[in-house]
């Protein structure tokens, strides 16, 4: 390196350096101008907020009809139904298979 060029290097890094903080303070993941982005996100995490509160709340009243003091026995009857696998003499039992998996798509693990 020149030895006039040397007086400048050190301009030269810090300059890099600014302009590489400015792009990131505009373009990065918590820039200016990716707003719109984490809106987006928030608007989606709230609707999965809700719908898990929903599924909360079903299981809620559920459980609430499994207890001893307020045993629903129509729901106790449905849950034993499915979790055995057993249906009474009187029902009509149609057995449905599962769909086949697309073409495209692969098996979660």
Same mark, same amino acid.
């Given at each position: 390196?020149p030895e006039?060029?040397?007086p400048?290097f050190?301009?030269?890094?810090?300059m890099?350096?600014?302009?590489?903080l400015g792009?990131q303070?505009?373009?990065?993941?918590?820039?200016?101008?990716?707003g719109?982005e984490r809106e987006?996100? !928030? +608007?989606r995490r709230? &609707?999965?907020?809700?719908?898990?509160?929903?599924?909360? @709340? /079903?299981?809620?009243? *559920?459980v609430?009809y499994?207890?001893t003091?307020?045993?629903?026995r129509? !729901? +106790?009857?449905?849950? &034993?139904?499915a979790?055995l696998?057993?249906?009474?003499p @009187? /029902?009509?039992?149609? *057995?449905v298979?599962?769909?086949?998996?697309?073409?495209g798509?692969?098996?979660?693990?």
């Amino acid at each position: 390196m020149p030895e006039r060029m040397k007086p400048y290097f050190p301009s030269a890094i810090l300059m890099l350096l600014i302009a590489y903080l400015g792009v990131q303070a505009l373009t990065g993941e918590r820039g200016l101008l990716s707003g719109g982005e984490r809106e987006a996100m !928030l +608007l989606r995490r709230e &609707a999965q907020l809700a719908g898990i509160l929903e599924q909360r @709340r /079903d299981l809620e009243v *559920r459980v609430r009809y499994l207890r001893t003091d307020s045993l629903s026995r129509d !729901l +106790l009857e449905e849950r &034993a139904r499915a979790v055995l696998g057993f249906a009474d003499p @009187r /029902d009509y039992v149609i *057995r449905v298979s599962a769909p086949a998996p697309e073409a495209g798509s692969t098996p979660k693990a």
